[in-house]
């Protein structure tokens, strides 16, 4: 039977929690790999070229060429994750320590990590209640005079409305570095993510929308940046061993690379079957007027790493007995991020940290709860979870 025709059969709850039970969790998200990732990391090892010393072995190369064609842009520089890349990428734009990046609070707590990393004074910027994402006039609130580099995050794998925000960077000569480290596959107004601003920044870590391993890349149309970080990545070293200027070792390695090479070729195939399992969850959940649907508005396309409603009104108390009720169905349903990165308890006490009010981001804290929709998940899993998330409300 298909996966679409047996999507659509008569399947009883009864008979989807005995499949389930019989086995472990539903992750949250998971790899997809397969014979031709073990095959490539075979090669690599019978190779016997593990790395190289200037971070450009052959599948390297190979790799950064291929991605930055899927992109649409001039360059791409892998490196050893999505962090190494947000850093690099700020210290290619010449943050200096008075500078200040305007960031969402609404993150994974390395967007944050980046900046202070990299000397510079982080600025919180809210978000749009639909989007999760920051826009132009979030942005604007959070600008300064010092603000050197703006950093939208493309949340859950849903590519901010760019197009604003640029236009905002451009008349105030501002650089515009992107967080798309859920964002593989995601556009805005026909532009493909990794080619809109003047660096974005991947990840690559598991469970993300393709992986190798742990591993980054920063994507750029322009020559110098690229040049820098491809010095950063190799301890500023401007030729072997001539060092110019602040560097790291952020090389990544060419067994990742090899298998970032296979994921790249699949990427595609893995979009449509997170898109197709989210259309799938948004049908059948929307009954719910409980739940707000993540939403997909005109112009901005999602890559669905995450896929995320909201319990509308809810308090933090109301929405982790809902997420409490779906783990002990077996389904690993998560919050990201049940704290902003602005209340941590670093950033919290950091002296360099600014923001005005975030009332958006504490409410999406308190109301948001993901569900796995990766395309590992099979039919009668995606019904179970649609099952599941009936009952337990
Ligand atoms: C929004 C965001 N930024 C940055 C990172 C950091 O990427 P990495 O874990 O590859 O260092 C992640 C990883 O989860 C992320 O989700």
Redesign the pocket.
């Known amino acids: 039977m298909t996966r679409n025709a047996f999507r659509f059969s008569v399947i009883t709850y009864e008979d989807c929690v005995a499949m389930t039970s019989m086995r472990d969790m539903i992750p949250i998200n998971q790899p997809s790999l397969g014979k031709e990732e073990v095959e490539a990391v075979v090669e690599v090892l019978k190779s016997g070229i593990l790395s190289e010393k200037s971070g450009r072995g052959p599948n390297v190369l190979q790799f950064e060429k291929e991605f930055a064609k899927f992109v649409g842009a001039k360059h791409a520089v892998a490196v050893s994750?999505?962090?190494?890349a947000?850093h690099s990428a700020l210290l290619a734009a010449g943050i200096q320590p008075e500078d200040e990046v305007v960031i969402p609070s609404f993150?994974?707590s390395?967007?944050a990590g980046a900046v202070v990393l990299a000397g510079g004074r982080t600025s919180f910027a809210d978000i749009d209640a639909d989007t999760y994402c920051v826009t132009r006039e979030t942005i604007e609130v959070a600008l300064t005079r010092r603000t050197k580099v703006i950093m939208p995050?493309h949340?859950y794998g849903l590519c901010a409305d760019m197009n604003p925000i640029m236009d905002l960077a451009r008349s105030r000569g501002i650089a515009v570095i992107e967080?798309a480290?859920?964002a593989h596959g995601a556009g805005c107004n026909g532009q493909q993510v990794g080619s809109i601003g003047d660096a974005t920044c991947f990840?690559?870590?598991p469970g993300k929308n393709m992986t190798t391993g742990?591993?980054?890349m920063v994507t750029t149309n322009d020559d110098d940046l690229a040049e820098q970080v491809r010095m950063i990545r190799t301890h500023g070293e401007e030729r072997p061993y001539w060092v110019s200027r602040q560097g790291h070792n952020y090389h990544m390695p060419e067994i990742s690379a090899a298998i970032g090479i296979v994921q790249l070729r699949k990427l595609p195939t893995f979009l449509q079957e997170r898109r197709k399992n989210a259309e799938y969850l948004t049908e059948k959940l929307s009954v719910l007027g409980k739940l707000m649907m993540p939403k997909e508005p005109a112009g901005l396309k999602h890559a669905w790493y995450l896929f995320t409603p909201r319990l509308r009104g809810a308090n933090a108390g109301k929405r982790n007995k809902l997420v409490e009720k779906l783990r002990a169905r077996n389904i690993a349903a998560s919050v990201y991020y049940e704290s902003p990165v602005h209340m941590l308890p670093f950033y919290r006490d950091l002296q360099s940290t600014r923001r005005s009010a975030l009332p958006e981001t504490e409410r999406a804290c308190r109301q948001v709860f993901s569900l796995p929709v990766h395309p590992q998940l099979k039919p009668t899993e995606l019904q179970y979870i649609v099952d599941s998330v009936k009952r337990a409300i």
């Open positions: 994750s999505g962090t190494a947000l993150t994974f390395a967007t995050v949340i967080d480290a859920q990840s690559f870590y742990e591993g980054g």
